[in-house]
C-alpha cells in the first residue's frame, strides 16, 4: 500500500521542492499551506490552512502516515508570530499526529539553535544556545517535539546546514547577480571561515531514507551537512573560476554590511533571514556522523552545489520575481541597491 505523506509548509522552496523529489517515488502526496501553492504539474492534493488552526491540521493529518513538517514564517516576522507558530503550530501538528495515529513525524529544525558554540564540528549533543528570536522559536518547537515522544510519538528533528541548488536564492542571489556582470564579491571579514551548506537534493535524499527506514532508528535529532567544503572564499572563488566570470573577491568589515542586510530584512525589503546574515563570517560546520550510520552521504560538495544554483539562475533570472526563495517572492530591492554598493567599490 502506498505511504500517504503530509508536506506541511508546502508552498515554500522547501515544501515544494521535496513534493517534485517524492513524486517520483510511489506516494500518496498532500501539501499543506495557507497561502495558493505555486502551479505544479504533480500528482498531488492540496490544502488550504493556518497551522495555528488546531481543526483544520488535525483534518489535513487524519489517514496520513508521514507528517513532513517544513513550515516557517517570513524573515521580518514579529517575534510574536515566531514564538506562536513553532510552539503553538508544532503543538497542533504533533497532537493532532498522535491523536490519528500517524506512523511518523519528521520536523525540519535549524542548526541556529546552536548559537555560537566555540567547538566545531557540532554534534548533535552540542548545547542549545541559540542567539536570536528565530533561533529560541526554533529550540521550542524542538522542546515540543520532545514531549510528544514521551508520549509515543515517533518525531525526526533534523537540522539541515543552509540550503544551496536548484531553485535556492536566498543570500547567494546577490552573489549570483554579480559573478553574472563581474562586480566586486563582497566577503565579510577575512573570508577564511567555513561554513558548510546542504544541497536541496541532499536534503530531500535524507527525508525519502527517513520515510523508509524502521522508526525506531529514526527517532532522534539529526544534523545534515555537505561532506565537502572549504573556506567561503575558496568556495566563492571556485564557482567564479567554473563559470569565467570577471568578479573578484574584496573583504569588507562584517559589522556595517550586517547591519545593512538586517534592517532591509526588518523592513521588507530584503527575504535574507537575519540568522544567515549573522553567520556570514562565521565558521559554522556540523558532524555528520550520526545520519551517516543510517546510509546517507551527501552527493554534492559546497561548490558544486552554487554551481547548479548560479546555472538555474541564469535559467530562469527574467522570472526570479515569482520565485520562492526562503519563505516568499524574492526581492530584487535589496540586490539592486547592494549592487550599487559593491559595483562602486569595485572602481
Known amino acids: 500500500?502506498?505511504?500517504?505523506?503530509?508536506?506541511?509548509?508546502?508552498?515554500?522552496?522547501?515544501?515544494?521542492?521535496?513534493?517534485?523529489?517524492?513524486?517520483?517515488?510511489?506516494?500518496?502526496?498532500?501539501?499543506?499551506d495557507r497561502t495558493n501553492p505555486f502551479p505544479l504539474t504533480l500528482n498531488a492534493e492540496y490544502i488550504k490552512g493556518d497551522i495555528l488552526d488546531y481543526q483544520s491540521v488535525h483534518k489535513a493529518i487524519k489517514a496520513k502516515d508521514v507528517v513532513i513538517n517544513c513550515s516557517g514564517v517570513m524573515p521580518n516576522a514579529s517575534k510574536k508570530e515566531m514564538f506562536s507558530l513553532h510552539s503553538n503550530g508544532m503543538e497542533n501538528i504533533l497532537k493532532s499526529a498522535l491523536e490519528n495515529t500517524v506512523d511518523r513525524i519528521i520536523h525540519i529544525s535549524s542548526p541556529a539553535v546552536y548559537g555560537s558554540n566555540d567547538t566545531i564540528p557540532w554534534g548533535e549533543d552540542a548545547p542549545l544556545r541559540g542567539a536570536n528570536v528565530h533561533a529560541q522559536a526554533k529550540i521550542i518547537a524542538e522542546q515540543v517535539c520532545q514531549k510528544y515522544r514521551i508520549k509515543g510519538l515517533s518525531v525526526t528533528i533534523l537540522r539541515p546546514m543552509p540550503l544551496t541548488g536548484h531553485g535556492r536564492l536566498g543570500v547567494f542571489y546577490l552573489f549570483y547577480q554579480l559573478i553574472e556582470k563581474g562586480i566586486t564579491i563582497p566577503l565579510l571579514g577575512d573570508g577564511k571561515n567555513i561554513i558548510q551548506l546542504l544541497d536541496i537534493g541532499d536534503l530531500c535524499n535524507v527525508i525519502t531514507l527517513l520515510i523508509q527506514q524502521d522508526k525506531s532508528l529514526i527517532n532522534d535529532v539529526f544534523n545534515v551537512g555537505a561532506e565537502r567544503f572549504s573556506t567561503l572564499r575558496e568556495d566563492i572563488q571556485n564557482l567564479i573560476n567554473t563559470v569565467n566570470s570577471k568578479s573578484r573577491l574584496c573583504l569588507f568589515p562584517a559589522f556595517p554590511i550586517k547591519i545593512i542586510l538586517n534592517i532591509l530584512t526588518k523592513i521588507g525589503i530584503s527575504d535574507i533571514y537575519y540568522p544567515m546574515i549573522a553567520i556570514l563570517d562565521k565558521s559554522i560546520i556540523l558532524s555528520n556522523e550520526k545520519i551517516k550510520k543510517l546510509g546517507w552521504k551527501a552527493v554534492k560538495s559546497n561548490t558544486e552545489s552554487l554551481i547548479t544554483g548560479y546555472y538555474w539562475y541564469l535559467k530562469n533570472k527574467e522570472n526570479i520575481i515569482e520565485t520562492k526563495t526562503n519563505r516568499g517572492k524574492s526581492s530584487n530591492k535589496a540586490s539592486r541597491l547592494l549592487n550599487i554598493l559593491f559595483k562602486k567599490a569595485s572602481k
Open 1 to 32: 500500500m502506498k505511504k500517504n505523506i503530509l508536506i506541511i509548509g508546502s508552498a515554500g522552496f522547501l515544501g515544494e521542492a521535496l513534493l517534485r523529489h517524492l513524486s517520483q517515488k510511489d506516494y500518496k502526496l498532500t501539501g499543506f
